[in-house]
């Protein structure tokens, strides 16, 4: 649906050039390019259509919602609204914009362009809202209108959203890039448009996007926040991890994002390049569609939960950073129960349940997974073939079934896999972030499903309305415990591994500050003088 343009502007291609040369980022001040490679292309450049990261953490550069999170935190800051308030029944949020704020098509950012926005996502009837998923407005929220019932203006720089119920997660949800602010003149222009190039209020704009080679951005003269010091980033597609590695060593390339375990051993020895870790808000997992047979028996599930080594796929693949997960969510967020361990490596046992389930000589089955690697899997062939080596040893054989990362995720939105290996990095430091999108039944709806395992408990869906519906963080933990403990009780997908993500970068640029959801601010940074 997406056209992709070919032809580079000349001033583009010669600042690529120059980083081909490396001399990426070795001018100062304002007249400075930076590079960055990653391992894999943007889908779209939509946030409210988009639910990848590759995507939305660039989008963030060019787009603000009404609120953000702080630098390195799920702190809720100010963005394109100054302050907020909430009615004491949590149902009435009124939202006072920062006046004089322009997208960088010169339009206002004002209280009409909110409401215009939040109206495309959330009603079926609105001329914009057209044929697009809205994956996240439709798992955060509940579908189309969903918990936003209105929205009001009351003047140019208020506006009013007021809910069909009491929403704890509310504030952080809508901190999220997929509810960031587009501008109307540029979505009633060209929608199609909007996803390639999209006009938004943030520290940069899109320039070109060239399909899988780059993406370059370049600073937003309209932007009130940190001025860029780099005017210019360049955002390569490098999928073959020797080629990005080796252009970050030779100085072509001044970032690299997702650097797969040994790499990052190898880099953090070299002078003149660091590597950082980004905070630990991911999980890798495994989902079991209980629509196809055999995962609909829980004796099977468990069974697989019991055959994988968990902990040698964590000495094997990670480094150090990662650690194997025993509830759903990560350490340290609001729900974590202390109760819930991981399953124990034993095949023994496995085999056991096997044959309880009618199947002692376990069965074949596929396994679909993504051939890029991800913050939460850096080696995702490897990791597939561990768990393969693992099953077969309790009689289950997997044929792998490795895809592009696009061709992926519409085959297991589609529910098209018996088991997928996939993993989320969090969006707003909420276990409701975790739980509802991934594995409640209101977001098992192909051919747009988040809920891989299409498990669709009610006693789960009834927690994850009660968690919703509290604003008191101690009856929410509480209820979050709960459901931990139901996934891992009933294992519809297995949660694997939690890790810290290596980003490697030249030891000439300050200012990085490492971002929970894998966000890089390019405004912070600057080069060394």
């Known amino acids: 649906m997406i056209k992709f343009g070919r032809a580079a502007v000349p001033l583009l291609a010669t600042l690529i050039g120059l980083a081909g040369c490396g001399g990426s980022s070795t001018s100062s001040g304002n007249g400075a390019t930076l590079v960055v490679a990653r391992v ?3 889908v779209t450049l939509d946030p409210a259509v988009a639910t990848d990261g590759l995507s939305l953490n660039l989008t963030q550069e060019v787009l603000k919602g009404l609120v953000q999170f702080k630098y390195g935190s799920f702190d809720v800051s100010p963005a394109i609204a100054q302050r907020w308030t909430m009615t004491a029944d949590g149902k009435t949020w009124t939202f006072t914009l920062k006046p004089g704020l322009k997208f960088s098509d010169g339009t206002p950012v004002d209280a009409q362009a909110v409401k215009f926005n939040f109206d495309r996502w959330r009603l079926v009837s609105d001329p914009y809202h057209g044929n697009e998923v809205y994956g996240y407005y439709a798992d955060m929220f509940g579908g189309f209108p969903g918990l936003i019932g209105d929205v009001k203006v009351t003047s140019p720089t208020t506006v009013v959203l007021t809910l069909t119920r009491s929403f704890g997660p509310f504030l952080r949800d809508v901190a999220m890039p997929s509810f960031a602010i587009g501008s109307p003149t540029a979505l009633r222009k060209d929608e199609e448009g909007f996803a390639q190039q999209p006009v938004g209020y943030g520290p940069y704009t899109i320039a070109e996007w060239v399909k899988d080679d780059h993406i370059t951005l370049q600073a937003n003269p309209t932007w009130q926040g940190p001025k860029p010091a780099y005017q210019t980033v360049v955002v390569r597609d490098l999928a073959d991890p020797s080629t990005a590695v080796l252009s970050l060593q030779k100085g072509d ?117 993504t051939t890029a690697p991800r913050p939460y899997m850096p080696e995702p062939q490897r990791t597939a073939e561990a768990i ?20 992926f995720l519409d085959k297991i939105r589609n529910g098209e896999h018996p088991m997928c290996l996939i993993g989320w990095s969090g969006d707003n430091g909420d276990p409701d972030d975790f739980m509802y999108p991934l594995l409640d039944r209101d977001s098992a709806h192909k051919p747009t499903a988040q809920n891989y395992s299409f498990w669709r408990d009610a006693a789960f869906h009834k927690l994850m309305l009660a968690g919703q519906s509290s604003v008191d963080d101690a009856k929410r933990a509480a209820i979050y415990r ?18 810290t ?17 894998t966000h890089i601010s390019f405004e912070l940074l600057k080069p060394r003088k």
């Open 482 to 499: 709960q459901a931990n403990a139901l996934i891992h009780e009933q294992v519809p997908a297995l949660a694997m591994i939690h890790t």
């Open 253 to 369: 390339v001044d970032i690299l994002t997702d650097p797969g375990r040994d790499d990052a051993k190898r880099l953090a020895t070299q002078t003149g390049i660091t590597i950082y870790q980004q905070p630990s808000n991911n999980l890798m997992y495994m989902a079991m569609n209980m629509e196809k047979s055999p995962f609909d028996t829980l004796a099977v599930r468990q069974a697989i939960a019991d055959a994988i080594d968990l902990p040698a796929i964590v000495r094997a693949f990670y480094d150090g950073g990662g650690m194997v997960a025993n509830s759903w969510t990560p350490p340290g967020m609001l729900g974590e129960n202390p109760a819930v361990k991981a399953y124990t490596y034993n095949p023994v046992k496995a085999k056991q349940l096997l044959s309880q389930a009618g199947m002692p000589n376990g069965f074949s089955t596929q396994l679909f997974y």
């Open 501 to 517: 993500v290596p980003i490697a970068m030249k030891s000439s640029i300050f200012g990085y500050i490492p971002n929970p959801d």
């Open 40 to 42: 894999k292309d943007a």
């Open 388 to 407: 393969q080596a693992d099953l077969k040893k309790v009689g289950i054989t997997i044929t792998l079934e490795p895809f592009e990362w696009g061709v």
